[in-house]
């Protein structure tokens, strides 16, 4: 089990800065257990460059992993990533700010080239958004465009993977062209893989469930949503293909309830089930919690499929109030996660 | 515990038709345990009348205020109050409006004023009925033609209701005006790992399908959740759907070989409670409508009748409580 604690930043103004951050990520999830594959035409972080700076969105590479434990030879799991970004266009046409951009597909095999063969999870935006078109602001774009420093957090043990991107309590801000500034953007970004596992914690081939959650940036200032888009998928490995695709992380949680978890003196967590489609232990990798019980960043030990397992906060993502980015279901706007972290 | 079943018309075109509808589903929850109070105000069945068309809106006639009849209704008492009305939708384009729909408020709270006002910590008031809003064009004044199911359940610590479960939905006779069916209802003190009711807190659970656009052609659900505590914490938020512990839409059923998976209902005081016995979450497609099962929850075996399939088998079926998973579907307990 690893885990690894880096800043970002998220900024694709140049190669050399769109390198830093990919080539970030890169590292952290290999840091953590993922093995890259021998696929061919993947990215080179010393020479790839930003791509198109017209208004579009702008995949320059992309990455392709593997789980590395026992059941890899049997019931093996793929993940690409596939870095870019995306340019915004103001109402006079001028192109403003280059958005950076993350998509992930998982399946079980890959053609050796690049392209995952058997899709378990169909390709789905982890970071970025959709090409917006601002009405407002100036039509320069000759200032630096620029993002602040991210903390993202990694955790993995080649039987699953979590990586929380921009995990902090003050919103992340990108300064656009002059005129314009956007407070917000689409972080943070959560993402896990993780097998089905047995009631004492240990790894089995009957699944696997992938979840990822950011914040799409809206509007004519690119200000961060209202609600996390949010994805779930659980892939069976015996037989039954990949469930459909959840909106939100089905943690079972009681609603908003009473707003916390904290009930005299004691912390009570949530977990997320999990199928195959039989019903399974729960997920090891998150739990789930309300955005002001613990506190972001912290870890806590807690007992999980019988064992004592380190868990780090995500909730107080851009504040513990209203404002908060911490929740991974709409409806529960008040929630957050516990990613394991160990 | 008690059940009761019954076919009532969703028509509130005559007085009489109002009557019927109102005092049918009054008798259903009475059968099934709920008290009755003296609470002044409240409703006659055989003097009110559907009232005065206000254009657009959604006019309560009268209300009943309700009781739990357990040995706990002295120190934590529940008091329900149910409020009867019309739904009017509103006609620019010609004089007059019409009556289209019946409709229902529901609020619970721990106090009464003796009266129509409920106290102590009060629930938010939930509707069961159309969305108000106008419509230029003819109105629909004919009367519905078509019987739905319900069913009542309660065991003096909690109350079930379920109207509308058939496999076609209710409409009237001409305009295509379809009534907001199924309404859920379920009230529910929490309880022990045995089943038995404490003093922690209750659930209150409403569910229907009332139009969400002006022109009355697009439906959709609307499911309320809430929890009210006795020990300190007040009444939580409201939520928009039922806390079942599914795995999400997942493989859309959970049925695997000779069993099916059934998922429990999230209960919390705020401290986290066993789960509610009341209803239990499935996939549509896992038992059959109006069909009852066994199923051991908390400690004991209990039956369930199935509130699935409702207007049809797919996800445009009304049997979700989360519009999130529409394959959803709830088991009710009916014995």
Known sequence: MTTSSVTLTFDNTSDANFRAWGSGISTALQAVGLVQTSDTGQINWTTVVRGSTSAAENIAGYEMYGFNDSLQGTQPIFLKLEYGHVIMTTNSGTAVPYLPVIYITVGTATNGAGKITAVVRNRVRLLGSSVLTSTSGSTSNGGAISASNQQCYFSGDGSYICMALGAQASLPTYNLSTGITAVASNLPCFFVIDRTRNGSGTITGHGAVTLTSYWQPTGATFVTGTTPTATCVMASFTGSGSGNSDTYWPISMPGQAFGTGSVSGDLYFWPLPMVSPTAEPQCLAVLGQYKTDVTLASTTSITVLGSSHTYLSLAGIGGTGAGSLASVNGSILSGAILMRYE | ?335
């Open chain 2, 1 to 335: 515990m008690t059940t009761s079943s019954s076919s009532l018309l969703m028509d509130v075109t005559s007085d009489a038709n109002f009557r019927a509808w109102g005092s049918g589903i009054a008798s259903g929850l009475q059968a099934v345990g709920l008290v009755k109070t003296s609470n002044t105000g409240q409703i006659n069945w055989s003097t009110v009348t559907r009232g005065t068309a206000t254009s657009g809106a959604a006019v309560s006639q009268g209300y009943e205020i309700y009781r739990l009849n357990d040995s706990l209704q002295s120190t934590q008492p529940v008091f329900i109050k149910v409020e009867y009305g019309t739904s009017v939708r509103g006609n620019s384009g010609v004089g007059g409006a019409s009556w289209a729909a019946p409709a229902m408020w529901v609020t619970v709270g721990t106090g009464t004023n003796g009266a129509a006002t409920l106290t102590g910590s009060v629930s938010s008031r939930i509707a069961m009925t159309h969305a108000s809003n106008t419509q230029t064009g003819q109105p629909s004044t004919a009367a519905a033609t078509q019987y739905s199911t319900c069913y009542f359940s309660g065991d003096t610590s909690s109350v079930c209701m379920a109207i509308g479960i058939d496999t076609t939905i209710a409409s009237a006779a001409s305009g295509g005006v379809f009534f907001p069916l199924p309404y859920l209802l379920v009230i529910e003190r929490t309880r022990n790992s045995s089943g038995t009711a404490t003093a922690d807190g209750l659930i209150f659970l409403t569910s229907c399908w009332p139009y969400s656009d002006g022109n009355w052609t697009t439906i959709a659900l609307q499911a309320r959740a809430q929890t009210i505590s006795f020990t300190g914490s007040g009444v939580g938020s409201l939520d928009t759907f039922w806390p079942f512990s599914w795995p999400g839409l997942a493989f859309g059923s959970g049925s695997i070989g000779n069993t099916v998976d059934i998922y429990p209902l999230v209960v919390v005081s705020p401290l986290p409670e066993p789960n509610a016995l009341s209803v239990l979450g499935c996939y549509q497609g896992d038992l059959a409508m109006g069909s009852t099962i066994q199923i051991t929850s908390l400690g004991s075996s209990h039956t369930y009748i199935g509130l699935t399939a409702i207007g049809g088998t797919d996800t445009t079926a009304h049997t979700a409580v989360d519009s999130r998973i529409l394959t959803g579907a709830v088991l009710m307990r009916y014995e």
